[in-house]
Every structure is written in C-alpha cells, then in structure tokens.
C-alpha cells in the first residue's frame, strides 16, 4: 500500500491511573485500542498498520489485530515501543513497508475518531505535500500567566487544538525524525522544525484524547453503556 498509519499505544497512561497501559483499558467491552483499530480499517483505502505496543503486551496486541483486520488484506505489524511518545514513532518508523509513501500517526487514545478523518489527512498530504494535522477551534478564553497572574488573553483566532492522525510525506516525517534535536509533543513540531510546511484541515469532535477517567467516561457516555 502507498499509506501507513502508525498507531501509537506504548504509553503508561499515568493520568488515567488504571493500573495498565492506557490502550489496553476496557471501554465498553473492548480495549481502547480496539476501537482506534476498528476506525483504522475503515480508512476507504488499503493501508499498512503497525501498532507500537508495550513490549509486555505484544501478544494483545497481535490479537486486536487479527480481530480488527478481519478480511483485510492490510499489512500489519506490531512493534515494541519506547520511553517517551517520540521514541515510540520512531520505532514505528522503522517497520514501514517499501511501497509506503504517506504515512499517518495516530494516537490510540483517540479511540472514537472517524474513519473519515483519516481519508481527509491523506487525501490533503496528497493534495498538498505538505505536512497535515487536524485541529479545532478553541472554545475557551485562553490567557498567559505567571503562576497566577494573568499576564494577557491570547488571540484565539490564531489558535488551533491540534488532534491526530496527523499525515506527512514519508521521506519528510523521516528527515524530521533522523534530525530532532528536541522532544515535541508531536510528530508536526518535528516537521516544522525541519522547514517543512504543516497545514491544518478541520478535526473532528469524536477525535478526542482520552486522557484522565472523565475523558473515559464521555468516551462510554458516547456508546451509551457503562465504562466497560
Ligand atoms: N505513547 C506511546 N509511547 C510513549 C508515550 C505515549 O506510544 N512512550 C502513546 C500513548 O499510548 C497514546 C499517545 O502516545 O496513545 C498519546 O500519549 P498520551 O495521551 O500522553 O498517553 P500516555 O503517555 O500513555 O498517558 P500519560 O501521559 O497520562 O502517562
Ligand atoms: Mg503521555
């Protein structure tokens, strides 16, 4: 296939405090990472999938995977990932395939986000080749502040909340990975800092980070059952 997503699911999910790898967190009656899964095989288009996982769990994530391909014929791969977000990438950026040309990293906390998001960050990275992310407006007031003094109001017209899967031209994503000298918290600071245009499409609601246990409960609200 000419697309790769990179799903990366090798986190502790510190802030969620379950007790296990957030990925591997039940969410009505699956783990999370079943349902990211689930989205990704529904991109319009035969992609290649490679799941970066705790090594302690490489085998669940085998088995997610089996179940989520189905009748796919998409090549999936699971590697193992490493301390932060960035290290986990880029172990993920060493599965990919040689017919690869695009490729989309996404967040597997992002468990309900729409295929369809995917299919727009490709077809713009093809569009364009540029570097693409999906974001939101910002809704809340946002000021500056020095512990607590508020130092200004941000202009929020120039802001936008940036979600994932966010898609790049390989051969860019790979320089700007060979070339980090820094840990951004994602993949289109690292591009960006190379140079490289990054535009932004509109993300999606569903698209959201489950982050602490009230994300996790929205997350079930929006299924209408319990946690899991
Ligand atoms: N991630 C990863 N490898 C890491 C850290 C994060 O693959 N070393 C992944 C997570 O699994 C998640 C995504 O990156 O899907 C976004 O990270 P975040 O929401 O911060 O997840 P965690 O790092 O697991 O959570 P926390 O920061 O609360 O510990
Ligand atoms: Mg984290």
Redesign the pocket.
């Known amino acids: 296939p000419d697309v790769a997503v990179i799903v990366?699911?090798?986190?502790?999910?510190?802030?969620?405090g379950a007790g296990i790898p957030?990925?591997f967190v039940h969410l009505a009656g699956w783990p999370m990472l079943a349902h990211t899964l689930t989205r990704v095989f529904g991109i319009a288009e035969p992609v290649q999938v490679v799941v970066?996982a705790p090594p302690e769990y490489d085998e669940s994530a085998r088995e997610l995977l089996g179940l989520a391909a189905g009748q796919s014929e998409a090549l999936v791969a699971v590697v193992a990932?490493?301390?932060?977000?960035q290290?986990?990438v880029q172990n993920g950026l060493a599965a990919l395939s040689p017919s690869v040309g695009t490729v989309l990293v996404h967040?597997?906390?992002r468990a309900l986000t729409p295929s369809s998001q995917f299919d727009r960050v490709i077809a713009e990275v093809r569009a364009s080749g540029d570097g693409v992310i999906p974001g939101l407006p910002v809704a809340d007031t946002v000021k500056r502040v020095t512990v607590d003094v508020v130092q200004e109001t941000v202009d929020r017209s120039h802001l936008t909340a940036v979600q994932t899967p966010q898609g790049f031209p390989r051969a860019i994503l790979e320089r700007a990975y060979a070339e980090a000298g820094h840990e951004a918290t994602d993949d289109a600071g690292l591009v960006s800092a190379i140079g490289h245009p990054v535009r932004v499409i509109a993300g999606d609601e569903l698209a959201f980070?489950i982050?602490t246990a009230w994300d996790l409960n929205r997350a079930a609200l929006l299924f209408g059952t319990d946690r899991d």
């Open positions: 990366v699911a090798a986190g502790s999910g510190t802030r969620l957030k990925a970066v990932g490493g301390d932060t977000r290290q986990s967040d597997a906390a980070k982050t």
